[in-house]
């Protein structure tokens, strides 16, 4: 039987809170930009600010994300 198993991240959605997100980021506590992406899609903290640079690559440069806009987090959910 040739079986996937969905990663940790995607077997949490829904019931991960602020306390996962700073977990996966080593104590940090997360921003609420990436934080908002993360849990709404399901994803991890990484993989949301991957999305926020997607949407607007102008924005986001490299590093910490810690200010988002709205209109970038509905574009990178949408996205």
Known sequence: MDAT???PVSREAGQRGPQALAAERGGALP???PAAIALAAGCSYAE?????????PQRYPAGEIVTAYWRD???ALAG
């Open 31 to 33: 921003w609420c930009g």
């Open 5 to 7: 198993f969905p990663s």
């Open 73 to 75: 987090v509905v574009a």
């Open 48 to 56: 949301a600010c991957a999305l926020l640079r997607g949407a607007a």
